[in-house]
């Protein structure tokens, strides 16, 4: 925060919840965020995005209370922005439609504060394609009518329901459930066929997404039997009748699961991109960061092995070798070795060969295959974590190998607010699960509802010692083995819910 100036705010649209949908430029503009102001349908997963530092506002609390009221919304953001702050406002959708983005565009106006419009990507067109319906198509229709059907008063707006009638392309309604009985009535009334195909998308994009498919006629009624809640969105028009043929997401494997990725934000990347590839609701809770160590870097050479158990270590020695002038010579003729393939993949980016991994990634193989390599005299220098587990020193001391350790980095603990109501967390180390149990609630419920994936048998034996009743443990120490194991738990995980 800037004493003195203006800040500047941007209106986000945050998409219609799934984090994948948020926009390139929203997350950029995220990142950089020094206070978010943000809805009730922005989903978990984008504000899971917002930066450790920034200020949270949330003017749009459900459950019994009432939302801010848009002029006090108005009021925060020229507040904010008055204070010098980037202030980012993450709106559900889209911010210009149906989003009362103009009126907060106005009020910034009216007090000179610079303003940016992210656009977002809209659930009229989203929620529907993730249910299976196109809201055009060929032969079909060729035109999209979005409508509200809530006015500022409460029920139904004034629509021109014979105008609506008379439409030959696809009727979207937003904010329609209360009242689905009168709106297919008056639609009826006006002269549309009440066969009509009609659906209704709740939560669309979430791993809680469901679809009811009826008709004009009896749309009300199966929402009503099903205890279809808002948010939900209705299509009226001869697409939704192509919902069951072209339901993508129903043949992905982890489908309707929604996931909590623990690893630190910086490598959540690939296994946040494999879990939403798989068809997961993926939210990033990072529960550990890492940091180079401030002090000097002792000397390194001398050893006949540099031994790394993690990428995170490999990063942390070039950063600080750098720092100090120095780079990865000083290991002289040291052979490689890495405990698994994410670390060896790491010391090949850096223009390093492995000459040693064990055939099982974790500390204990890891000895083990490091002291049927080592001749008699040799040395090994392990370079890893300040804190870390017993297995790879206990190992090698049974085995009579010498060896050095020097820390390179620490691991440090966050608090992030855990979601609700999830199928699964993913855990890659010991410490991610440490941290996570750390943040979890006094009775949370998903010690026994939530299934831990865990990469290997010590992260598998920390969740169980944490509390977790259903632990399941990937095959080999390996992403891809992680989501196999997810794929193959699904059934019993989601079963339970």
């Known amino acids: 925060m800037s004493e003195g100036r203006v800040g500047r705010v941007w209106l986000v649209g945050a998409g219609p919840g799934d984090a994948g949908l948020l926009t390139l430029r929203g997350r950029e503009v995220l990142q950089g965020a020094e206070a978010v102001v943000y809805d009730r349908l922005v989903g978990d997963g984008v ?125 979207i309604f937003l904010m329609g459930v209360e009242g689905a009985l009168e709106l297919c009535a008056r639609l009826m009334e006006a002269g549309m066929d009440p066969e009509t195909p009609a659906a209704a998308v709740e939560r669309g994009t979430s791993a809680r997404q469901r679809r009811v498919s009826a008709t004009l006629r009896t749309l009300a009624e199966a929402m009503r039997g099903a205890g279809i809640r808002p948010p939900a969105v209705l299509v009226v028009g001869a697409v939704a009748a192509l919902a069951e043929r072209f339901d993508w997401r129903a043949a992905l494997p982890l489908s309707g699961v929604r996931a909590a990725v623990t690893r630190p934000r910086e490598r959540a990347g690939r296994l946040s991109r494999m ?98 390599r080592m001749r008699t005299g040799e040395k090994a220098l392990l370079l890893r974590a300040e804190e870390h587990g017993p297995e790879l020193t206990e190992g090698l001391r049974a085995a009579g190998v010498p060896f050095r350790e020097v820390p390179l980095y620490r691991t440090c603990r966050l608090r992030p607010e855990l979601p609700e109501d999830l199928d699964m967390a993913f855990f890659t180390s010991a410490s991610t699960v440490g941290a996570f149990a750390a943040c979890a609630p006094t009775g949370w419920r998903g010690w026994s509802e939530v299934g831990a994936l865990c990469i290997g048998r010590q992260t598998a034996r920390a969740a169980r010692e944490a509390g977790f009743a259903r632990v399941f443990t990937a095959d080999s120490a390996t992403l891809e083995a992680l989501l196999a194991a997810a794929v193959a738990a699904r059934g019993q995980i989601t079963a339970a819910r």
């Open 275 to 372: 879990l939403r590839d798989a068809g997961a609701e993926v939210l990033e809770v990072p529960c550990i960061a890492t940091e180079p160590l401030e002090d000097p870097l002792p000397p390194i050479g001398g050893a006949d092995w540099a031994v790394f158990t993690s990428a995170a270590g490999i990063e942390a020695l070039t950063a600080r070798l750098a720092r100090e002038g120095r780079d990865v010579r000083e290991l002289g003729g040291a052979r490689l070795a890495a405990i698994g393939p994410a670390t060896a993949e790491a010391l090949r980016a850096c223009g390093l060969r492995v000459d040693l991994m064990p055939d099982v990634y974790d500390g204990e193989h890891l000895a083990v295959a490091l002291a049927g």
């Open 47 to 171: 504000l899971a995005m917002i930066p450790a530092g920034a200020e949270r506002v949330d003017v749009g609390k459900s459950g019994g209370s009432h939302p801010v009221p848009q002029r006090e919304i108005e009021a925060i953001l020229v507040r904010l922005a008055l204070s010098g702050r980037r202030v980012v406002r993450l709106k559900g959708g889209d911010p210009f439609l149906f989003g009362r983005g103009g009126e907060e565009a106005e009020a910034l106006l009216r007090h000179g504060i610079p303003f940016e419009v992210v656009p977002g990507v809209t659930s009229a067109v989203a929620a529907p394609a993730w249910a299976g319906i196109p809201v055009t198509h060929r032969g079909l229709a060729s035109s999209l009518h979005v409508v509200t059907a809530h006015s500022r008063e409460g029920g139904l707006p004034d629509l021109d329901f014979e105008a609506l009638a008379r439409l030959k392309g696809t009727l």
